[in-house]
């Protein structure tokens, strides 16, 4: 065996090149970390002591096959904690980039974007929209995947970085839950839609019998609002939400058990989805996330052939510039920016913790970021064309022609539908994408929770049975909370729900996440852990990183305070209402708890972190926002298992094979002196 001092120099060398004598255990003299006092050692070993400078340790072996117990016994808790099965990683790096994508191009895209661009004025929402994608959407989504990447950890665990900031992690669980609740009645939706297209004529097309009456005279009013009803209004309010059978908030009435089976359906396939793991539904959106795009083309060719497209389409683009003085505008804006790339929730720091340590998680952000906002663009001529085909037919304006709300996608593009001559088979080809757009976000905001739970309990990853068995319980629980918001009055719920789970709540997060990364971790750090994983780092993606930085230091903060700041004052001012009913006080309470408790779970767990510190209030602070010793660790997925374990192994000399002489200061000077 080497000497001591030798060893601790040799400490790389010998992880490839071990020598014979090393590693070996001795039966009767137990580790110092062990029990036993060592007082079972014969007279005769004695004999001879253990000399640092130059002599071997080789009469203090007595057993050399002893040593794989110590090595049961002592394994190092820095480099690798504990003996559960490797984290999964992506197939390949097109693979993460198309869930990436799917995730979030999804029914915000097609469904939220569009009525927000109709709500606040056409052509003036994208120039609020763009600013805040690339001074808040693109700096925090490289945020969250470079932190994902790094820590190779879930929403939870990789905020050993900063464990003050752990309840940011909580938080974005607790987000996640809400959206998961009612995003999987949209999909229960597209399920019921989907049914019926297989009836021909469609339900809500004019050549079926029942709407003879609608389309005939087209005199058929709502008593409250005066406005001529449509058969695809019709057949969405009544037939798919029945809430023209609830009186609000405090009535939602029997659940409707045609969309309880659609949504039972739809998590039956999302949990059998994600029992896989990973590699399975990389595999899935390869069809999934491109789908959808060959649907929105052929939309948009059949809907600037209908009559009156121009009008909609013209009303799109042109922008009102007074209503850029609204912060509405503004608030929409980035509450879309956060809401279509996934932002805050988890999913995409999941998602990036299965990445290999050296994937370019620049140019991943960019071809993603600005791909889902193009396809929003994209999407928005579709509707829009449709709309003024809408607003052509019915005679009135294009800002009049249709509720905002969730229920534009189900009332214009079905309407749409009904005109393409062969509707039944082009109807089931879009409901058919609606339900892939939504299926893939609900696998990112899915894996956020699992990831996170998976890595704070690490024996459910080894076990296959715990693991379904968490996975079967997570979706029925649910499942169970999702049937209030498919009853009569659910779309009241679904409403409220939508409204406070990414907003205020989502927003502080974020605002978190970018300060405490910024100043707590630190932006130079930050942005040299980047550099550290992309190991030849282009010139351009430098240049980009000086960008970036001035982002996360100034911009993106100011922003979000702006933001909440409108949001606070909005939250104050306005009612919250669908279509012509307005929630009750207790219900706006309601939804304010909703985003308060996201929010509330940074100074919980911050309070915590710093408890669990010594010394005075300063002292625990600054020991709270110091990385773990593990943090780093996450390194040594870029480099071979081999050189893992050896690193491992090289402890074992140093704990395992020194004698009571090396550990009693008189022992030690007696023997010297003799």
């Known amino acids: 065996m080497k000497p001591l001092p030798e060893q601790w120099g040799e400490h790389q060398k010998k992880s490839t090149e071990p020598s014979p004598g090393e590693m070996h255990g001795d039966e009767q003299k137990p580790a110092p970390g062990n029990h036993s006092t060592g007082k079972t050692t014969t007279p005769g070993e004695n004999e001879h002591p253990v000399q640092l400078n130059g002599q071997t340790l080789a009469h203090d072996v007595s057993d050399p096959t002893s040593q794989p117990q110590f090595d049961s016994r002592c394994p190092s808790p820095v480099i690798v904690p504990d003996p559960h099965l490797p984290r999964e990683q992506w197939g390949g790096k097109y693979e993460f980039l198309l869930s990436c994508i799917g995730y979030c191009v999804g029914l915000g895209n097609v469904w939220r974007f569009p009525y927000l661009c109709y709500r606040n004025g056409g052509g003036v929402f994208l120039i609020p929209y763009f600013i805040m994608l690339f001074f808040t959407g693109v700096p925090l989504f490289l945020m969250e995947l470079s932190l994902g990447q790094y820590g190779a950890a879930g929403p939870i665990t990789v905020w050993k970085c900063c464990p003050l900031l752990k309840g940011i992690g909580i938080g974005m669980l607790c987000v996640s839950t809400l959206v998961c609740l009612y995003y999987n009645v949209i ?30 005279n087209g005199t058929t009013v709502n008593g409250s609002s005066h406005r001529t009803l449509t058969p695809t209004e019709v057949f969405w309010n009544e037939r798919v939400l029945g809430v023209v059978h609830s009186e609000g908030l405090h009535d939602p009435g029997p659940v409707r058990w045609p969309l309880a089976i659609c949504l039972l359906a739809a998590w039956i396939i999302i949990f059998l989805c994600m029992l896989k793991g990973i590699r399975s539904s990389g595999k899935v959106v390869y069809v999934t996330a491109t789908f959808p795009y060959f649907v929105l083309i052929v939309l948009i060719i059949r809907g600037a052939t209908l009559e009156g497209s121009l009008q909609g389409v013209a009303f799109y683009l042109t922008p009102d510039w007074d209503r850029l003085a609204s912060a509405q505008v503004w608030n929409d804006a980035a509450s879309q920016i956060f809401y279509s790339l996934g932002i805050g929730v988890g999913g995409l720091l999941s998602m990036a913790s ?27 001529f579709a509707i829009f064309s449709i709309l003024g085909h809408m607003a052509w037919r019915k005679n009135v304006p294009v800002g009049k022609v249709a509720d905002t709300g969730p229920g534009l996608a189900f009332v214009a593009y079905p309407e749409a539908l009904a005109l393409l001559p062969g509707s039944v088979f082009w109807s089931i080809l879009f409901f058919l994408m609606l339900f892939m757009l939504g299926v893939d976000t609900l696998f990112g905001n899915m894996e956020g929770i699992t990831t996170a739970v998976l890595d704070e309990f690490p024996q459910l990853r080894r076990n ?103 949001i606070f004052i909005e939250m104050y001012n306005t009612s919250l209402h669908y279509g012509d009913y307005v929630f009750p006080r207790w219900g706006k309470a309601l939804g304010v708890c909703m985003g308060a408790t996201c929010c509330l779970q940074i100074p919980i767990w911050g309070i915590v972190a710093i408890s669990k510190e010594s010394g005075t209030l300063k002292d625990r602070f600054q020991k709270a926002i110091r990385p773990l010793n593990s943090w780093r660790v996450n390194n040594l997925n870029s480099e071979s298992a081999e050189q893992r374990v050896e690193q491992e192994r090289v402890e074992a000399p140093f704990t395992v094979n020194l004698t009571d002489m090396d550990f009693h200061a008189m022992a030690w000077e007696n023997g010297s002196q003799a």
């Open 187 to 216: 999909i229960a939706w597209t399920f019921y839609y989907l049914g019926s297209s297989f009836q021909s004529p469609l339900p809500w097309s004019c050549d079926a019998i029942s709407n003879a009456g609608l389309c005939g």
């Open 464 to 566: 296959l049975k715990h693991k379904s068995l968490f996975l079967a319980v997570l979706c029925f629980a649910f499942y169970l909370m999702g049937l209030l918001l498919i009853t009569d009055g659910g779309i009241y719920w679904f409403t409220l729900i939508d409204s406070f789970s990414t907003s205020f709540g989502l927003i502080i997060i974020t605002l978190f996440m970018c300060i405490g990364i910024s100043f707590f971790y630190g932006v130079n750090q930050f942005c040299q852990d980047i550099i550290d994983m992309i190991c030849r780092c282009p010139p351009w993606c430098t240049k980009f990183l000086l960008y970036f930085k001035a982002c996360w230091v100034l911009f993106t903060p100011f922003l979000l305070l702006f933001i909440l700041t409108y």
């Open 354 to 380: 299965y990445n290999k340590f050296d994937n370019n998680v620049i140019r991943d952000t960019l071809v993603i970021t600005i791909g889902n906002c193009c396809t929003s663009f994209f999407a928005g």
